[in-house]
């Protein structure tokens, strides 16, 4: 039939076999390449096929902030001395559901901690407890309120100055003494301090030194009154208190039924009533004290506080620091620059650890060694609250005072401290009629005749004067070597017996030289130096001083004062810094000053000043003796009280005469 199969001829067969074999290619083709395609895509969405976990939310919390404000949507903050604002954010619950976090208007002006999940504000949490009363003692750890007890303070307490611009403040910032501040609790620690406001204080509190100063601690104390009085005791939240008839005399130890607390409180029940220590004694005998006592019993034995009057006190200092003879404008001169001078430290304590302000040494100011007198008494009342202030910044001033000038006044460098680097109104100055002349000649606002209504204000100088020029001189060396050798009638002082003095070491003794060194080391390593093999002073210990070879004076600060002495020696070179130091490194322990009047002064420790120029006498190079010309009594910082005496006696003001000394500040009554 010549077909077969299908019915198809030969070449029609291999016609579909060879289709079916194209047909077939192609599908091999297509698949590869759908393969190669998907591939591909397979690869571009690999990452984001993998499954990334959430970021953990970032928390933080703001431990002890001030809330200013509480807004509709935010939350306003003072923190680390800043204002900041959050906002809120929202609460999760367990079921998945959210809300905004809402707080109540009434946390503002609270302190709080805050919680902050990614920036937002998720918890806050106020701290209301709180506690207040007058500070009677301040340390490191704690502070203690009377009627409260002690506080411990928590290590992250914050403290804030709420009167005025909002300010951060420290412990150092507490008034003791004082009820200026809440203190907010938190698990019985002080969490916060919040300052509300800020009084004139009028009251100081003294701690009074053992017999002749001879320390901190009394092991008894022995006391009357003389009108009735309370001994007031007990623990905190539980006190007690107990009647004394006048003069019933009463003794307390450390054993005393009476400690049932920290303190015991002796207030005479008149405001004028005196209280006498029977068991302390003052170049006068057994002092007596206006205001109350407080007895603090320490480990080391009772500490006794007097909390007076600041005008009652300087009853007592004035007469103590300046004689109430001198003319009347010095002794209101003095009670200003006491005033000022306690102040200072009313708002900064010198012994916040007992509760108290300043000592009644000359640490401090003297207080009640000398009784009151009727003329410094009328002084302070004559300057009733006056106190001196810088006027840029304003500020107290710093109204340091010493007893008698060379003719030459230096400046607070010589203390060699970084806070007194900016008491410009502490200049060097020549101490004269024309110096002060010339003063006043370019000060305008002279307080010459004002007797009435407090002091002027100052207006400063338009540059130095030509006696300011001549005390920057003195830094020369032979310039101050002609000026100590010599005598200026126009000198306020030329007749005052410390005015020109001479120190005669006879023979050097190395011993008692290291000594002091050593000690004066301990005191301040940075003060007393050593040369290294470089040729560079550096501090370290002095082990052996060897034989010296010289003695000299490498530099002079304002007005002449010798501010750094070399001691050359077999062992090496040592330099001694700050006047202060110098006057005890050069001080032999035994040879006796002799003043220009011809009268012989013991002074066993420390020089009458560091006015001065040196004499070695040597043998086969070794210095066996020395002399010093010098003059002056005291550092030679700000009021030279002799200088305001002879002042006051030309017929000077009180004004004048602060004015000159302390350039660029006025007086202002902290009372009004």
Same mark, same amino acid.
């Given at each position: ?20 074999? #194209? ?25 984001? #096929? ?41 609460? =999760? ?7 905004? *976090? ?15 999940? @990614? ?28 009627? #409260?007890?002690?506080?411990?303070? =928590? ?5 804030? %100055?709420? *009167? ?53 601690? !009394? ?15 007990? #623990? ?78 300087? *009853? ?19 009670? +200003?620059?006491? %005033?000022?001078?306690? *102040?200072? !430290?009313?708002? =900064? ?62 400046? =607070? ?48 100088? @338009? ?21 100590? %050798?010599?005598? @200026? ?22 011993? !008692?030289?290291?000594? +002091? ?35 000299? +004076? ?13 001691? &050359?020696?077999?062992?090496?070179? $040592? &330099? ?15 040879? &006796? ?66 004015? $000159? ?12």
């Amino acid at each position: 039939m010549g077909k077969g199969g299908w019915g198809l001829s030969r070449s029609q067969r291999m016609q579909l076999k060879a289709l079916a074999c #194209a047909l077939g290619i192609l599908l091999i083709v297509i698949l590869l390449l759908a393969k190669l395609v998907f591939s591909l895509v397979g690869r571009e969405e690999e990452p984001d #096929a993998q499954i990334v976990p959430p970021l953990p939310p970032v928390v933080v919390q703001l431990k002890n902030i001030w809330i200013m404000e509480v807004a509709q949507d935010r939350l306003l903050v003072f923190r680390e001395g800043r204002e900041e604002t959050y906002p809120f954010g929202r609460v =999760a619950y367990e079921d998945g559901a959210d809300e905004p *976090y809402i707080v109540p208007k009434t946390f503002r002006e609270q302190v709080a901690d805050v919680l902050l999940t @990614d920036g937002y504000v998720t918890e806050v949490r106020i701290k209301t407890e709180k506690v207040s009363g007058k500070v009677l003692s301040v340390s490191d750890r704690t502070v203690e309120l009377e009627g #409260a007890g002690s506080f411990p303070l =928590a290590r992250d307490a914050q403290g804030y %100055r709420l *009167y005025g611009s909002l300010s951060m403040c420290t412990p150092e910032d507490l008034r003791i003494g004082y009820d200026f501040q809440d203190f907010v609790l938190e698990d019985g620690q002080i969490c916060a301090v919040l300052s509300v406001k800020e009084e004139a204080m009028e009251s100081i509190r003294v701690l009074l030194k053992a017999s002749d100063y001879s320390g901190l601690f !009394h092991e008894s104390v022995t006391f009357r009154v003389d009108t009735g009085y309370t001994i007031r005791y007990g #623990a905190a939240g539980d006190p007690a208190e107990e009647m004394r008839q006048a003069g019933e005399a009463c003794t307390i130890d450390r054993d005393s039924a009476y400690f049932q607390g920290e303190r015991i409180t002796v207030t005479p029940l008149a405001l004028t009533g005196k209280i006498t220590l029977s068991s302390v004694n003052r170049s006068q005998g057994s002092p007596s004290y206006r205001g109350c006592l407080e007895l603090l019993s320490t480990p080391d034995g009772l500490v006794v506080l007097n909390e007076v009057l600041l005008e009652e006190y300087l *009853y007592s200092v004035v007469p103590s620091e300046m004689p109430a003879s001198y003319p009347e404008e010095a002794l209101k001169a003095q009670a +200003v620059c006491a %005033r000022t001078y306690a *102040y200072r !430290h009313m708002l =900064a304590a010198g012994y916040p650890q007992y509760g108290a302000h300043v000592d009644d040494s000359t640490g401090y100011q003297v207080y009640q060694n000398i009784p009151e007198q009727e003329a410094t008494t009328t002084a302070v009342k004559e300057t009733y609250g006056q106190l001196l202030y810088r006027e840029e910044p304003e500020e107290l001033a710093e109204t340091y005072y010493y007893s008698t000038s060379c003719g030459l006044g230096s400046d =607070a460098a010589v203390w060699k401290s970084p806070a007194d680097k900016d008491l410009g109104y502490l200049k060097p100055r020549r101490i004269s009629r024309s110096a002060m002349e010339q003063f006043l000649e370019l000060s305008p606002e002279s307080g010459r005749g004002n007797r009435e209504g407090g002091l002027a204000a100052v207006t400063e100088p @338009d540059g130095n004067t030509e006696a300011d020029r001549e005390a920057q001189a003195m830094r020369e060396e032979g310039a101050f070597d002609a000026f100590i %050798r010599s005598k @200026d009638e126009d000198d306020f002082e030329c007749a005052e017996g410390w005015y020109r003095w001479t120190y005669a070491a006879a023979s050097l003794d190395e011993g !008692h030289m290291l000594a +002091v060194l050593q000690s004066r080391y301990a005191a301040n390593r940075n003060l007393v130096l050593t040369r290294n093999p470089q040729g560079e002073f550096v501090s370290e210990p002095i082990k052996e001083l060897g034989t010296v070879t010289d003695l000299l +004076v490498e530099k002079r600060g304002g007005g002449g004062v010798a501010d750094e002495l070399v001691i &050359k020696t077999s062992q090496g070179t $040592f &330099k001694v810094l700050g006047e202060h130091n110098i006057r005890h490194v050069l001080n032999d322990g035994t040879s &006796k000053v002799y003043r220009q009047d011809g009268s012989k002064v013991a002074s066993p420790t420390i020089l009458p000043s560091g006015f001065f120029v040196i004499n070695t006498v040597k043998e086969k190079g070794a210095v066996t003796g020395y002399t010093l010309t010098g003059g002056g009594y005291g550092h030679g910082v700000g009021m030279s009280q002799n200088g305001a005496k002879a002042m006051a006696a030309l017929g000077y003001s009180a004004a004048d005469i602060l004015r $000159f000394f302390y350039e660029g500040c006025s007086s202002r009554n902290v009372y009004f």
